[in-house]
């Protein structure tokens, strides 16, 4: 390690956020399996203007160097709405939250979790939380498990070293996140196939798809699902309105109506799914640049994608069913049906189902029974200060 003094350092303006995205890419391209993700949209992620937590949000980068070079990077950053949730769903009153973190070294990396718990207890925080990078909907947690492949579309991967230097900081496990991986060219076991076959049965129940005939309408209902179903999960915060928008405005180019489902019960929407295919697959082979052509690869791609695999980011029931034999029913309905869609159009192989808490006994239940597995493991971590 240099003797050279470490400097970290507040980011500001265009410049700053410009260098602080590139660190990023820089450690990442280091990093076995990382795939790089398209400068733009990571500078559109930081960006006060553009991306709407920041309307929610304070937010604070940090740049760490030796002798002017880059050699670590931190976010520190603070949500009213998370402060606003019930202690017990993971967030509360006092939570400050950490993200974007790199470091080339032990030192570096402490001197970093530093500067961000300075900063968040002087803004009144009594708690360190991280990484959430930015929010809990981007990309949450910290790769503990899985780090010998790539990872699927918004998804974060980190070097394994990072896991000793946060937890050498004083930070414990404070929620596990998981995705599992099936094969989704097999059928399902013969028992799935019949609760399937009961559900189309029943007159009270329709899954349709979504987003074709009216995508803004079907993003709120999908959203208004969420909101319902997830309220009561660890780690919940609402979407606002300005985020309902951005989101679908964001999506939008991901999204094909054949690889996500809404399920609907006496003709009101209880239950929907979202698959998307795995973009990383044609950002590997453009090394995350769009020029000089890497713009009409990726526009090729989006409009007759071909991927290998599926991630379903997304899923839910409203409350009012969950824990029912209805829940799990739809949720095997939406599988299949999208299951067959991305084998037949997609030339989908693989499926990738998560994240998933790590006590979220009816989606892991839900999981095993289609013979899935778990393939990558994200750590949440905490501190108090």
């Known amino acids: 390690m240099s003797t050279t003094e470490l400097v970290i350092e507040p980011v500001t303006g265009k410049s700053g956020r410009a260098r602080f995205v590139d660190t990023g890419r820089a450690f990442a391209a280091s990093t076995a399996h990382s795939v790089p993700q398209l400068r733009r949209e990571q500078l559109e992620l930081l960006d006060p203007a553009r991306n709407p937590y920041f309307g929610h949000a304070r937010v604070q980068l940090f740049l760490a160097t030796r002798g002017g070079e880059p050699v670590g990077r931190i976010a520190a950053h603070i949500d009213e709405l998370a402060l606003a949730m019930p202690a017990a769903q993971g967030f509360g009153p006092g939570t400050g939250l950490w993200g974007y973190f790199d470091a080339a070294d032990a030192a570096t990396a402490a001197a970093l979790l530093a500067q961000a718990e300075a900063w968040l207890r002087a803004q009144g925080m009594t708690r360190a939380l991280g990484p959430l990078s930015l929010s809990i909907w981007e990309e949450p947690g910290l790769l503990v498990r899985g780090h010998d492949h790539a990872p699927t579309v918004m998804m974060g991967h980190h070097p394994e070293h990072y896991r000793q230097w946060i937890e050498a900081a004083g930070y414990r496990k404070a929620k596990a996140l ?106 590997a082979a453009m090394n995350g640049r769009l020029w000089p052509l890497g713009w009409v690869r990726l526009l090729r791609w989006l409009r007759r994608p071909r991927s290998r695999t599926m991630r379903v980011p997304l899923m839910g029931v409203r409350k009012e069913h969950q824990n ?36 979220n006994q009816g989606m892991i239940a839900i999981a095993d029974a289609i013979n899935s597995h778990v393939n990558r493991e994200y750590w949440i971590l905490e501190k108090p200060m």
Request: charge should be negative.
């Open 178 to 283: 998981l995705t599992y991986e099936l094969d989704v060219a097999q059928q399902f076991p013969p028992l799935i196939e019949r609760i399937i076959r009961s559900g189309e049965r029943n007159p009270q129940i329709r899954v349709r798809e979504a987003g074709r005939e009216d995508y803004a309408g079907d993003v709120r209902i999908i959203l208004d699902i969420l909101n319902d179903a997830w309220s009561t999960n660890w780690g919940f915060v609402p979407f606002t309105e300005r985020e309902i928008a951005y989101a679908a405005k964001k999506l939008k180019p991901l999204i094909h109506p054949q690889l996500v489902r809404i399920a609907e019960l006496d003709g009101r929407a209880v239950a929907f799914m979202i698959t998307l295919p795995d973009m990383n697959e044609v950002l």
């Open 324 to 359: 029912s034999r209805l829940a799990s029913q739809l949720a095997f309905m939406m599988i299949e049906y999208i299951r067959r869609d991305a084998v037949s159009t997609f030339g989908a192989v693989r499926g990738e189902i998560g994240w998933i808490l790590d006590d």
